[in-house]
């Protein structure tokens, strides 16, 4: 069975640091991996979605990595704003056909103005 | 707005009545989920749909709860005998059918449920 894991559960920064999330899952037979921002109370916003096949994807301050073979993913942040504030949340999908993504716990990020 | 859009966006219900929940997903996307979040955790599978057929099925999703698509356009889900345990964010997804997208599935607001 599948399973996701987010370090850290937390993390607060002072505006404009740089910053790593990370997300490892435990069977690297993956589709695809999918980063996702979620705000309070609300649902989920799509930021990255990476392909089994590729190792890192990009949108504007937003940068994702994979290595599926350590199963491994990291969600590099640069200059982070207060606007970041929100629970960063990885999914992966099996590449046995299903479509069913199995997500992390998320990592809670507040950016200090 | 163009995006997946749930309704209600919030249900509270005494416990053992039914509820149902609705969702429209992106026009052209013939795929559609259904995910169940609790407070703090990641959102967890319940089911998933390709036009009208539905393909897959979590062991999460007991016999109290059903969904459908009838004409592979909106889906419903729905809770009978709600119990305190069902309170959570139910989510909903859909993506395109073109393999090129990687299939990225587009998440709506959700709906609170909250059994008393």
């Known amino acids: 069975k599948q399973e996701v894991t987010q370090i850290p559960a937390a993390l607060s920064v002072p505006e404009g640091e740089n910053l790593v999330l990370n997300c490892s899952f435990t069977?690297?037979?993956?589709?695809?991996l999918q980063w996702f921002r979620q705000d309070p109370g609300k649902g989920l916003t799509s930021l990255l979605l990476?392909?089994?096949?590729?190792r890192e994807q990009t949108s504007g301050r937003l940068n994702a990595s994979l290595d599926k073979s350590s199963g491994r993913s990291t969600l590099y942040i640069a200059a982070s704003q207060p606007g970041d504030s929100a629970t960063y949340l990885c999914?992966?999908?099996?590449?046995?056909?299903?479509?069913?993504?199995?997500f992390g716990s998320g990592t809670r990020l507040q950016v200090q103005p | 707005d163009t995006g997946v859009s749930q309704n209600p966006r919030h249900k509270i219900t005494k416990r053992g009545q039914n509820v149902t929940f609705r969702c429209d997903p992106i026009?052209?996307?013939?795929?559609l989920y259904w995910y169940r979040q609790t407070l703090g955790q990641g959102p967890e599978f319940l089911t998933y749909?390709?036009?009208?057929?539905?393909?897959?099925k979590s062991r999460l999703l007991s016999d109290r709860f059903s969904a459908e698509r009838p004409k592979g356009s909106f889906s419903t889900l729905e809770i009978q005998r709600t119990e305190q345990g069902d309170s959570a964010m139910y989510l909903c997804?859909?993506?395109?059918?073109?393999?090129?997208?990687?299939?990225?599935?587009?998440f709506g607001p959700g709906t609170r449920l909250t059994v008393l």
């Open positions: 997804a859909s993506s395109l059918p073109t393999s090129g997208s990687g299939n990225e599935q587009f």
């Open positions: 069977d690297s037979a993956i589709y695809n």
């Open positions: 990476i392909q089994s096949s590729q």
């Open positions: 999914a992966v999908r099996p590449d046995t056909g299903r479509r069913a993504l199995t």
């Open positions: 026009s052209e996307h013939n795929r």
């Open positions: 749909f390709q036009n009208e057929a539905q393909l897959e």
